[in-house]
């Protein structure tokens, strides 16, 4: 009957496959609020991420079933809504016959308004592969959600042999835009290095940017109070109970070793304007970094393993977690398979990753999997540092400040830009024979890069 309503529940979504409960941090409507489709109804704290949960329908707000603060398991209720009889079907929750996969299906399905803004959103893999083949990704059909293209769509559209032409006028665009500056042109590699506009010391992602102050919320201060207390934050609890762990079963053992990254400093310059014209991102060290370590990973495996009590589990694929500082917190999202991108690829994993980390938009799947941690110190200005192993994990990287030093070469004093790599390791799988040869592999990686080193 044309008019009709009813109440439907809405439960906790499954927002990652890990996750069990979640806390509401902030009901975003009240009873009586009118909710639009795709409407933010409250914010959720898991232990690593934060996230918002949208309804997939429009309606009323009904009764609020679980209060800010409180944690709630997956599948349980935590609101109800009043909708059209007919819009009934599509919303999380009323219940067990409505799975997380149908619901995204069925907003997918009712979703074109969106398919505009969502069809030019391309994800890091997608970028990826259509650098990788040359491909115009405005002439791939999406099928993903609103019309998004996935990562299947451009395998399936690089299958079909339709990226031959494309990829022709790619080429012939690409030297249009770029005359022979990768190729013909490398030389003053010198006057680059004694250029006064260069930075010395720069490292990282993060020294382009202004950080934040931590905005503390402090109670009892105005009162006249000594003290001053702090509310520890799930994701802070986290952080917390995963150091503690780690330092307490894992022994940890600690060495350094000093690397000459004048070269890389050299190449990072010289392409980093070029790769900023047409990637519309920065071309950071760490990306040049993650690729020597992936790379020498693949000579000692063992370095991308977990102790298992009485066994030792070597992992096949690499997957690097990436520590990324906040300003209340770090975090370390993951990059998949990192074995399988080339440099490039991996400049875009990390500015995405650490875009959204800074954003609070990482969802929990970002935070699964990761077998080796990089953390990039030199970003602050620090030049050693002793960092903790992420759990279960076996070691942890971190990349230093680039620093101009008189070094002696040949009997001769050359200044160089060198930067400090300092490993942790659990001391139950590596020993120092192995984790020193991986460390110089890194080294060795590192210090070969050139002028003629390909970013894709």
């Not at 489709?37 to 009323?60: H, R």
């Not at 791939?140 to 399936?156: A, E, F, H, Q, S």
């Not at 101009?404 to 020993?431: E, G």
Request: aromatic share 4%; charged share 25%.
């Amino acid at each position: 009957m044309a008019g009709q309503k009813k109440l439907i529940e809405v439960v906790m979504p499954q927002l990652a496959e890990s996750l069990v409960s979640a806390t509401i941090a902030k009901w975003l409507k009240k009873p009586g609020d009118r909710v639009e489709q795709y409407e933010p109804i409250c914010e959720v704290i898991t232990d690593k991420v934060n996230a918002e949960i949208p309804s997939t329908v429009e309606g009323i707000m009904g009764e609020l079933t679980a209060e800010e603060g409180q944690t709630v398991g997956v599948g349980e209720l935590i609101c109800r809504m009043e909708v059209h009889a007919a819009a009934g079907t599509g919303i999380v929750g009323d219940t067990s016959e409505t799975s997380t996969s149908d619901q995204v299906a069925q907003t997918a399905s009712t979703a074109g308004a969106m398919e505009g803004s969502m069809r030019n959103r391309y994800s890091p893999a997608v970028q990826s592969l259509a650098a990788e083949h040359g491909i115009d990704l405005s002439q791939v059909p999406g099928t993903g959600m609103n019309g998004r293209i996935t990562r299947k769509d451009v395998l399936r559209f690089v299958e079909s042999g339709n990226t031959q032409q494309q990829t022709s006028g790619f080429m012939q665009e690409e030297r249009k835009e770029a005359p022979s500056s990768l190729s013909s042109e490398p030389q003053k590699p010198q006057n680059l290095s004694m250029d006064p506009s260069i930075p010395v010391r720069h490292s990282g992602i993060h020294l382009s940017e202004t950080p934040k102050l931590p905005k503390i919320e402090v109670d009892g201060f105005t009162q006249g109070r000594a003290e001053q207390y702090i509310d520890i934050t799930p994701v802070r609890n986290a952080i917390a109970r995963n150091m503690r762990q780690s330092v307490t079963e894992i022994p940890h053992a600690w060495t350094m070793i000093e690397v000459d990254v004048t070269n890389l400093v050299t190449l990072r310059n010289k392409l980093k304007d070029d790769f900023k014209r047409k990637e519309g991102i920065n071309l950071t060290y760490l990306a040049f970094l993650l690729k020597a370590v992936v790379n020498a990973i693949k000579d000692y495996p063992i370095m991308n393993s977990v102790w298992a009590v009485d066994k030792i589990i070597v992992k096949r694929d690499i997957n690097i977690s990436l520590a990324v500082g906040t300003e209340d917190s770090v975090m370390t999202p993951v990059i998949q398979r990192a074995d399988t991108k080339n440099i490039a690829g991996l400049a875009h994993e990390i500015e995405d990753l650490a875009r959204r980390t800074r954003e609070g938009t990482l969802k929990l799947d970002d935070m699964q999997g990761g077998t080796f941690t990089v953390n990039n110190t030199g970003s602050f200005g620090s030049i050693l540092s002793y960092p903790i192993i992420n759990y279960p994990q076996a070691a942890i990287l971190t990349f230093e400040s680039i620093v101009k030093k008189p070094v002696v070469i040949n009997d001769m004093i050359a200044v160089r830009s060198m930067a400090n790599l300092c490993l942790s390791l659990d001391h139950r799988i590596l020993d120092g024979v192995i984790s020193g040869r991986f460390l110089q592999r890194v080294k060795e990686n590192l210090e070969s890069y050139s002028l003629d080193t390909k970013l894709y």
